[in-house]
Structures are given as structure tokens and as C-alpha cells.
């Protein structure tokens, strides 16, 4: 497939569409704000992640980072066993290769902004 | 001067010290909330910028892109001559080498997140 030619673009996010994000995080939802396939973003992804009450990510671990900015609601962020409380204009790094996960701890949804590297600059695991 | 090794961070984004951008952008202030220099993010950094009311960003073009989320604030965005108003929650993507300017529209501040790529990556001019 050819690279796409990065291209302007300007919407709101609630133009962009939101998918469950799977069966290992219940309650969660993604919208890919801007990425490689559709923009020709050359370095990083800028996903917007909502977890529902009572949802999470998984508990997981990769080889890439994640850039969070907290836009909404209150939750708890596990990095490496240590858990933090965020909340609207919290900002977070996790670096590669460390266990992580965001749960939602209130009654509203908890909406955060997270980039990751494009599939061609994430590391190979093993 | 050693590569910084990626070190997890969890703060608020007005515990990071803000700068002013500087004489080409009049009323305009900078904070670097995650970057390589300091938290060792491999590929892009992430900023927040505040435009006050009057303010704007210096009109200009460069070889790496821009990921913008607006958070606050009424504002108008130029991306290669069309103009665009922006709102919280707006999603702006600027290509690489085409000419842009952030401008704040309203009467409060107007603040949105600024993704880079970081130094060693950003393509040479000319």
C-alpha cells in the first residue's frame, strides 16, 4: 500500500468514530484522532481512549510509551505496581516495557488522550 | 550528553513551569509536558500552549507536523491560507512544510495540546 501523504485536517472529536476496544478491556472505547493509515501522521498516533464506569485497559505490557493528557472524569492509573489518582489536566508517561493500566474510579466517563508511536517505529518485541 | 533513559511521570500540567514562546508570538506561553530531554520519550513531545486573549503564534512553516487537541478557549487556526475556527475538543492535524498560525479568538485564555516530533528526529531544512 502506498504511504499516505500527510493531509490537513481539522473536526471534533465526536466526528471521529469510537470502537470498543475488546473483550480484555470491558467498558472501553477508542477513536483514532489522528494516525498514519488515514492522516499520513509520520511519527505518532493521537488516539482518544474513554472507559466507561466501572471499565479498564488491560493490565499489559509493550515495547512503545504512551502520552496521556487527562480530558474528563477521575480515574486511577497502575504503572510498573504503583497506582496514581488523575484527574482533568493530569499528564502521564508510560515508558516502553512497563505493566500499566488506567481504570475509571467515578460515575462519569473517564476520557484521556493517548499518542503511541505509528506500527512502523514500534519497537519488535522479544 | 547520554541519552535520558524513559522514566514514568504522572503530574498535572500547571506543576510544569510555563515559558513565554517568545517575541514572534505576542502573548503566548509554553509548557513541556512530557519530552525527550527530560523524561526520555522516544519520539514525539508533547506541549501544552496558551494563547491569551490578543495572542497568536507566529505564522510559519516547518518540516515536521503539529497534533493539536483543544482544550480551552475560542480560537481560529490557519493551515496553508484556509482558516478554521476551533472549540474544546477540536482535533487539528498540520502537516509538515505548510504554513500555519494559532490565533485566540475569545476573551480567556485558548489552550490546546502541541505534538512534535522530538529533536533528532525532525527532518533537516533545505
Known amino acids: 500500500m502506498a504511504p499516505t501523504k500527510p493531509m490537513a485536517k481539522v473536526c471534533h472529536y465526536t466526528d ?45 505490557t509493550h515495547p512503545f510509551e504512551h502520552e496521556n493528557f487527562v480530558l474528563e472524569g477521575k480515574g486511577r492509573v497502575m504503572i510498573d505496581g504503583e497506582w496514581h489518582s488523575v484527574e482533568p489536566g493530569s499528564v502521564v508517561f508510560v515508558p516502553p516495557d512497563v505493566e ?23 519497537p519488535k518485541e522479544g
Open 16 to 60: 471521529i468514530p469510537s470502537h470498543p476496544f475488546g473483550d480484555e478491556a470491558p467498558g472501553v472505547f477508542i477513536r483514532w484522532l489522528i494516525d498514519k493509515e488515514k492522516d499520513g501522521a509520520p511519527f505518532y498516533a493521537l488516539r482518544l481512549i474513554e472507559v466507561m464506569p466501572g471499565g479498564h485497559t488491560p493490565r499489559h
Open 100 to 122: 500499566h493500566t488506567y481504570v475509571n474510579e467515578g460515575t462519569e466517563p473517564f476520557k484521556f488522550l493517548c499518542g503511541i508511536p505509528v506500527p512502523d517505529l514500534i
